[in-house]
Antibody, heavy 116, light 107 residues
Framework: QVQLVQSGAEVKKPGASVKVSCKTSGYSFSGYWLHWVRQAPGQRLEWMGWINPNSGGAEYAQNFQGRVIMTSDTSLSTAYMELSRLRSDDTAVYYC?????????WGQGTLVTVSS | EVVMTQSPATLSVSPGERATLSCRASQSVSGSVAWYQQKPGQAPRLLIYGASTRAAGIPARFRGSGSGTEFTLTISSLQSEDFALYYCQQYYNWPPWTFGQGTKVEI
């Protein structure tokens, strides 16, 4: 069955970077785009960007331009999202999700807490 | 960027009753709308895509409708496991995906 398993919770200081992984299984990794979506406490879902694992090409939401990098490793069927220059308002649960226009399978989420 | 607005913020219903959730887009998104269910501590779960197509394994009591700027998710007879948060999302004009602020369905 299709599974997306994300790395564990992180606590970071302001200004630091975090890298979240999303290990996939049960389908052809190169055949589906992967998106990253975050959810701050009590807030709506916020789309961060997407990556084409086949080409490695990625596109980012304007709010995250210059701070986020999405990569993939086809040999490990794993995608990564790195967010730099963290601020307190980056505290959120970060999700990876498979899909084109919508996310049909989601990772379990990774809580990233930014606190001094 | 397309803004998605959901109403009401909270919907109080009894088990067995019908629930009707609304989602409005700031501009036409054709039929490119998805609905998700989210329970506390869990990831969103895709219910509906293409405005009206149920995702795999989704019970028939979930029905999506609408096109253009007005969309509705109807849950015909609420079961205990349906009390959750529901989000709409547009993917007609992306990037970015944009989501509504959610409707909480409570007992």
């Amino acid at each position: 069955q299709v599974q997306l398993v994300q790395s564990g919770a992180e606590v970071k200081k302001p200004g630091a970077s975090v890298k979240v992984s999303c290990k996939t299984s049960g389908y052809s990794f190169s055949g589906y785009w992967l998106h990253w979506v975050r959810q701050a406490p009590g807030q709506r879902l916020e789309w961060m960007g997407w990556i084409n694992p086949n080409s490695g090409g990625a596109e980012y939401a304007q709010n995250f331009q210059g701070r986020v990098i999405m990569t993939s490793d086809t040999s490990l069927s794993t995608a990564y999202m790195e967010l730099s220059r963290l601020r307190s308002d980056d505290t959120a649960v970060y999700y990876c999700t498979r899909g084109g226009g919508n996310g049909d399978y989601w990772g379990q989420g990774t809580l990233v807490t930014v606190s001094s | 960027e397309v803004v998605m607005t959901q109403s009401p913020a909270t919907l109080s219903v009894s088990p067995g009753e019908r629930a009707t959730l609304s989602c409005r887009a700031s501009q036409s998104v054709s039929g490119s709308v998805a609905w998700y269910q989210q329970k506390p501590g869990q990831a969103p779960r895709l219910l509906i895509y293409g405005a009206s197509t149920r995702a795999a394994g989704i019970p028939a009591r979930f029905r999506g409708s609408g096109s253009g700027t007005e969309f509705t998710l109807t849950i015909s007879s609420l079961q205990s496991e349906d009390f959750a948060l529901y989000y709409c999302q547009q993917y007609y004009n992306w990037p970015p995906w944009t989501f509504g602020q959610g409707t909480k369905v409570e007992i």
